[in-house]
């Protein structure tokens, strides 16, 4: 690998990294009520999209405090007898895995991680697998910031990219993104390489 482009690497990494700890920084600094407002009014939005309504096995992130809560995607999921998987993730690597959730008993019981992130466990092998079984019609991402046309930036493990990669050689085009997003994590641009996965669309609050 050349110095020029070990140099240019380098740069886009600390530019990432930046970019990551101002947005975290803005969202840990958010209201507990503007969160909840705005995750409000992004959830209604999915739910009344015609990808949602049209999907029928759904992938939706866990979320944490500095995400769009995605609680009543659950319920809304369940409640209209759509198949919900959520992430489980391997914390040695970048490999990640959707898993049947069949219930929000369950999901009220699930460990959490060192993360503060509510999975199933990484070793338990009789987990109903999502590309095994059918694939998927609809993913909703998380992420630390979105711009308006789909580009992402994550918390730098690479996880989902990866597993949209495998989504893609497995299902082609047979499936669809959707990113939920606060106004404060929307950007004008973000710094990218050849390895992000552009996202079909972004919800936000306007």
């Not at 309504?53 to 939706?60: A, M, T």
């Not at 999921?77 to 990640?96: H, L, V």
């Not at 369950?106 to 694939?135: C, F, H, M, R």
Request: charged residues 30%; glycine residues 4%.
């Amino acid at each position: 690998m050349s110095t020029v482009l070990n140099i240019c690497i380098m740069a886009l990494q600390a530019a990432k990294k930046a970019l990551r700890l101002q947005l975290k920084e803005i969202l840990k600094n958010l209201p507990t009520e503007e969160k909840a407002k705005e995750s409000e009014i992004v959830v209604s939005k999915l739910l009344q999209s015609k990808k949602y309504q049209e999907s029928k096995r759904i992938s939706v992130y866990l979320s944490r405090d500095i995400e769009i809560d995605t609680r009543a995607v659950l319920v809304d999921i369940f409640r209209s007898g759509k198949e919900c998987f959520i992430p489980r993730y391997d914390s040695k690597s970048t490999e990640m895995d959707m898993v049947r959730l069949n219930s929000l008993q369950e999901y009220e019981n699930l460990p959490v991680t060192s993360w503060n992130i509510k999975q199933p466990n990484y070793s338990d092998a009789n987990l109903y697998d999502a590309l095994a079984t059918g694939g998927l019609d609809l993913i909703i991402v998380p992420g630390i910031g979105f711009t308006k046309e789909g580009h992402r930036i994550g918390n730098g493990k690479g996880y989902y990219d990866t597993y949209l990669e495998k989504c893609k050689e497995k299902l082609g085009n047979r499936f669809s993104t959707i990113a939920l997003a606060f106004r404060e994590q929307l950007v004008p641009s973000i710094p990218i390489s050849e390895h992000d996965v552009l996202i079909d669309e972004v919800i936000y609050p306007e």
